[in-house]
Nanobody
Framework: VQLQASGGGLVQAGGSLRLSCAAS????????VGWFRQAPGKEREFVAA????????KYADSVKGRFTISRDNAKNTVYLQMNSLKHEDTAVYFC??????????????????WGQGTLVTVSS
């Protein structure tokens, strides 16, 4: 599975962005999907995750109520809608795929495939 993340950019605090993660290749392995982020000088951290069906979602406390993860399996694409962005949301955002359809894991080590990342910069 190859993952292409897109949609990052520069936005003012309070604004919105929608990230996309498109999967290609052996998409029958397109299972649970997670979004993670890494800010400069910090470790990668969990943001949101969803199962293959989309019926189970999980969010980091820092983004709960502001971010929404969703997916369109017909398009092999997962989205991260980010609203009310804050300066501290500035990071490179990565999507990752777990071959298991039934997990929405907050643990990076759970995931089998990773995209290249897309930069989100929120100006204060």
């Amino acid at each position: 599975v190859q993952l292409q993340a897109s949609g990052g950019g520069l936005v003012q605090a309070g604004g919105s962005l929608r990230l996309s993660c498109a999967a290609s290749g052996h998409t029958f392995n397109f299972g649970g999907v997670g979004w993670f982020r890494q800010a400069p000088g910090k470790e990668r951290e969990f943001v949101a995750a969803t199962t293959w069906s989309g019926t189970v979602t999980k969010y980091a406390d820092s983004v709960k109520g502001r971010f929404t993860i969703s997916r369109d399996n017909a398009k092999n694409t997962v989205y991260l809608q980010m609203n009310s962005l804050k300066h501290e949301d500035t990071a490179v955002y990565f999507c990752a795929v777990d071959k298991d359809r039934y997990y929405a894991s907050p643990t990076a080590g759970r995931y089998d495939y990773w995209g290249q990342g897309t930069l989100v910069t929120v100006s204060s």
